[in-house]
């Protein structure tokens, strides 16, 4: 009764304080997104880097811009793993093998922050920071450009230019997530949360053991890892590790950062587009699958029990921290997986088949409840797009949506970003399923072992970076084909993003009428979640049923 009163409790906190976070951290952002005015030290980077800060760019510009920058990242981050054993703060570590080194630059350059190497025995504290952390933010940072470059398609008209990507990725960087990424920091260490630059030291444990334990700048990174929905863990346990979650309150506040820039980002839209009630109604359809999503994954894990130990601890213990229990667990698991954020507090392996099922499927969805920083925005914004088309179909005229028509050229661009996804991730699972040596990784076989393989390339081409624990993926192989999933997953939505945003900016918006649809009453929320759900359930269906479903009903 009292982890029931604690869980709800927790629920209510985080609601109450995400509720509170809307309408200020929403307005701010759009303030960033659309001032004219630059800092001082915004006008010495665009200095530095040879940039006109008052320039727009077209959208093919603003695409090449994206491209070139992550392209840089990879390569960068590519050698600095290379290199590692020669740079300052290495405490000891190797270089990087090539496949992993290509798999971890490729994992934080797409903000997937997928791990195939344990932190604390692989990597130093300048990679960690140097590296590492500042993929978190300027990874960060690119899916706010991104979505930025899609709302002023919408805004704009006749007119082939949506916007700066390096105004806007260096005022996100500067104005929003490192500031915010110091106060929290603070508040990390204050509770508790390692910060320092001590090496791997021996310990003595209670019961006459020696233990290596390494210290680092913890506190520093888990800010970035959780504001910028990256995931990726200083230590291998990630957020189960006491060293980078030290406590419930620390728990707590993890979750509200990897929800809280989201969940804000739909008042930035309806700010931007003049119409706050259009953020409403997105917003809306965000949190009625996150709550569906924790409801469905609390009860799973409440109420599957596979021995006597885990009904006396009340629900489904294994793989989940004792010092967080199920409710703070679930939370943690059904909002990271529909973030692209990837961090754990538990093991989504140990799940039921109910609760584990559910944690793919989130991510299935396309991570847009409230999804990674700008991705998850412009990820449900190309779904309303479809759902107002499948409205135009029904009724027989032109569907628009905030004045722009939805015709042929704009429609495909939405169609091919909700396929690309699917194809990378069912194509790859497919792959490792018919190569036997793939196949020897699993630790499991049957319906267990094909979700493990199923988790991993989801994770991978939906950008988030959690996984199952059952399957070893530090291959040549699994670090090759995941490196390319997150890669093709995140810049190919990315490429139809921005040019729908150029195909819409160069419209001339269309009046309102007695037959345009409403985007901003419940029917249409509605809709949109109907369609969401549908889209998805069509496309991943099949595999469902070959893993979860089937080891449910096994």
Known sequence: MNDTLAGWLQILALVGALALSFRPLGDYMAHILTTPKHLRAEAIVYRLGGVDGDADQKWSAYLRSV??????????????LRLQSHLLLSIGMKAVAPALSFNTAASFVTNTNWQAYSGESAMGHLVQMAGLAVQNFVSAAVGIAVVAALIRGFTRKRTDRVGNFWVDLTRVVLRLL?????????????????????????IST???????????????????????????????????HPFENPNAFTNWLEIYLLLVIGFSLPR?????????????????????IWASSVAIITANELHSVSSQAGH??????????????????????????????GAVNSFHDSYSPGGGGMTIFNMMLGEIAPGGTGSGLYGILVL????????????????????????????????????????????????????????ASML????????????????????????????????????????LAMLFGRFLPMVFVLALAGSL????????????????????VGLLAGVILIVVGLTYFPALALGPLAEGLH
């Open 67 to 80: 491209l070139a920058f992550s392209a840089v990242s990879v390569l960068f981050l590519y050698g600095f």
């Open 178 to 202: 490192l500031p915010l990424s110091v106060l929290i920091a603070i508040v990390f260490v204050a509770s508790g949360m390692i910060q320092n630059f001590h090496g791997v030291e021996s």
């Open 206 to 240: 209670i019961a006459g053991d020696h233990q290596s334990l390494t210290g680092g700048p913890v506190a520093s990174q888990e800010a970035i890892k959780e504001l910028g929905t990256n995931g990726g863990g200083f230590y291998n346990a990630n957020s189960a």
């Open 268 to 288: 930035t839209f309806g700010k931007m587009v003049g119409d706050n009630r259009q953020g409403y109604a997105i917003v809306a359809v965000m949190a009625l």
């Open 312 to 341: 006396l601890a009340g629900g489904m213990m294994e793989g989940k921290e004792q010092r967080f229990g199920i409710w703070a667990s679930t939370l943690f698991a059904a909002s990271t997986t529909l973030t692209s954020t």
């Open 384 to 439: 309303a797009i479809i759902a107002v088309f499948v409205a135009g179909l029904m009724v027989g005229r032109t569907p628009e949506y905030l004045g722009k028509k939805l015709g042929g050229r704009e429609m495909k661009f939405a169609s091919l970003y909700i396929l690309t996804t699917p194809a990378i991730v069912l194509v790859g699972a497919g792959l490792a399923m018919a190569l036997p040596g793939e196949r």
């Open 444 to 483: 499991n076989s049957g319906p267990h072992g094909f979700s493990e393989v199923l988790y991993a390339f989801t994770s991978a081409g939906n950008n988030n970076g959690s996984a199952f624990a059952g399957i070893s993926v530090n291959t040549d192989w699994y670090n090759t084909a995941l490196g």
């Open 505 to 524: 900016a160069s419209q001339q918006p269309v009046p309102v009428t007695t037959g345009t649809l409403p985007t901003h009453r419940p029917q249409f």
